[in-house]
């Protein structure tokens, strides 16, 4: 059972990488590429290339926003809680019961 876990665990992990990866990559040519030079033919002085550069950075820009943004804030979270998680533990409470203290002399 829980090597099965394990499996699905590393394919979601594996999974985003991939995402991440990729998104990255392809924000990283289209910031490159954006100012391309080259004969603007067409209606009003607009190329189908860039018009589609546009649109997939406006995508790649809202992904990052819808993304980025709430996983950052889940890790920060995350890492609160793992600290006050710890603290608490450090400073466990401790009473006479806890202690296992005998008080019947």
């Known amino acids: ?4 876990h394990t499996k699905k ?3 979601a992990t594996l999974l985003l990488v991939a995402f991440l990866f990729a998104t990255s990559f392809s ?12 004969d603007h033919n067409g209606p009003e002085d607009a190329c189908a290339v860039c018009i589609q550069l546009d649109s997939a950075r406006y995508l ?3 992904i990052f926003a819808v993304v980025l943004i ?3 804030a889940l890790s920060l979270f995350l890492i609160i809680i793992s600290i006050v ?3 608490i533990d450090i400073m466990a409470f401790r009473t006479l019961v806890s202690l296992k203290v005998r008080l019947d002399n």
């Not at 059972?1 to 099965?4: A, E, I, N, P, S």
């Open 70 to 72: 709430p996983a950052a």
């Open 27 to 38: 924000a990283a040519f289209l910031f490159t590429h954006t100012e391309h030079v080259h």
């Open 1 to 4: 059972m829980l090597q099965h």
């Open 85 to 87: 998680y710890r603290s």
């Open 9 to 11: 665990r590393a394919l």
């Open 60 to 62: 790649l820009k809202n």
